[in-house]
């Protein structure tokens, strides 16, 4: 399902394989307590037991691809995993670099840790009256396990501090 925001495309897949999502969340809980950091640039040959969830970003990001930007046939994520314990958010931020930006939720608590989607429009925080407001609010989102979202690297977005344990593969496509 493909929903046009600003013009932006957001794809939502959904990934149903409660077996290996159930081997992967005890796998990082157990053996990557704190997540595994980006910067690590971390090979998925060095994290077999991540592996399905991997496959299943890379085929999503595929489809995706194929979806929205036909052109675009040859591509490369790099990827990581954030363990959100209660109480922790993240602030906004982007994906400098990246075309896009793709976040698999492994793991998700029913209520908190909303992913928000900011207007990429410039002008877009200005102090605009109620009407015109409306045409420019966030995009919140509530994430279930399994949910994984695709949308372009240049959208402003956080989260909102997790009530729960909140176990996500972030990544990014180059293309």
Same mark, same amino acid.
């Given at each position: ?17 409660? %077996?290996?999502?159930?081997?992967? +969340?005890? *796998? ?6 704190? $997540? =595994?950091?980006?910067?690590?640039? @971390? ?42 314990? %209660?109480?922790?958010?993240?602030? +906004?931020? *982007? ?6 930006? $793709? =976040?698999?939720?492994?793991?998700? @608590? ?66």
């Amino acid at each position: 399902m493909t929903k046009q925001l600003w013009s932006t495309p957001l794809s939502h897949y959904k990934w149903n394989d409660e %077996e290996n999502l159930g081997k992967i +969340i005890t *796998n990082i809980i157990m053996n990557f307590p704190s $997540g =595994i950091d980006q910067d690590e640039n @971390p090979s998925i040959d060095e994290y077999p037991e991540l592996k399905p969830a991997h496959d299943f970003a890379v085929s999503s990001s595929g489809k995706f691809l194929e979806e929205n930007f036909s052109s675009k046939s040859k591509y490369n994520i790099s990827w990581w995993v954030h363990v959100y314990r %209660e109480g922790f958010h993240h602030h +906004i931020h *982007n994906h400098l670099g990246s075309q896009f930006t $793709g =976040i698999l939720y492994l793991q998700c @608590p029913p209520v908190g840790g909303e992913l928000v989607l900011h207007d990429p429009r410039g002008n877009a925080n200005r102090a605009y009256n109620h009407e015109l407001r409306k045409m420019f609010e966030p995009v919140t989102i509530q994430p279930e396990t399994g949910d994984l979202f695709i949308f372009p690297s240049f959208v402003w977005h956080n989260v909102h501090p997790v009530t729960d344990l909140r176990i996500c593969m972030p990544f990014d496509i180059w293309c």
